[in-house]
């Protein structure tokens, strides 16, 4: 079965570029397109897809609170992927915290869009870990997240192995990568990986090394 691709962008040539360069693809399909936040819900409902590109500035619902409403009330909700102008954008990071999977860069090239739906699609791995690290540096404490972030690791009492998978997770690898460095199988990382998401209350890896980083639990840089 292909991944399914919503686009939801106010500039119809960027919608367009993306559709031609993910349509060139024989695992991918745009299924939608949106010109504004406000129309995602009903089109996420009615087309179901796997993974939503959206805009992360748009008139009149943008792409965090579209993000949020998304989350909030669509059942089995797909997986997101904003995309931006800049990567360093205090937008792009408060759409990270809203519970965004990744972000794309409109300046990216067509091998590295297809990457990055393909990679959000699959959910085993972090997109662009570095700059999510420097978002998490410029932004976490302005975010106000580091007390309540601090807070959720503490009452997740990871386990030893727990602890050392989600640094792992922060830094990038992949399941196979983090299994290839522990020495374990790579189902076993999988249940770990749960496991971490499950205490705290992520939904997914972004969201868990977020919190790894404003919580101080891994350290930017």
Do not use: C, W
């Not at 972090?126 to 309540?148: D, H, K």
């Amino acid at each position: 079965m292909p991944v399914t691709v919503l686009l939801v962008d106010d500039e119809p040539l960027v919608r367009a570029g993306l559709r031609a360069v993910l349509e060139a693809q024989s695992d991918i399909e745009v299924v939608g397109e949106a010109s504004d936040g406000a129309a995602v819900i009903p089109l996420v409902r009615q087309l179901r897809p796997d993974v939503v590109a959206m805009d992360v500035r748009m008139p009149l619902l943008d792409g965090i609170e579209a993000t949020r409403a998304v989350l909030r009330t669509v059942d089995d909700p797909p997986k997101i992927l904003v995309v931006t102008t800049f990567e360093n954008d205090e937008y792009v990071y408060e759409a990270l915290r809203a519970g965004a999977d990744g972000f794309l860069l409109k300046r990216a090239r067509p091998a590295e869009i297809v990457h990055a739906v393909r990679l959000v699609a699959e959910g085993e791995s972090l997109l662009f870990p570095a700059s999510v690290r420097q978002l998490a540096a410029r932004y976490g404490t302005e975010a106000g997240g580091n007390r309540a972030a601090r807070a959720v690791l503490e009452r997740a009492r990871l386990t030893e192995r727990e602890s050392e998978v989600l640094r792992l997770m922060a830094r990038g690898l992949s399941n196979a990568e983090i299994a290839a460095r522990l020495v374990v199988g790579t189902e076993t990382v999988k249940s770990h990986v749960s496991a971490v998401l499950a205490k705290l209350g992520a939904r997914d890896r972004t969201q868990a090394v977020i919190a790894a980083y404003e919580s101080g639990f891994v350290a930017p840089g």
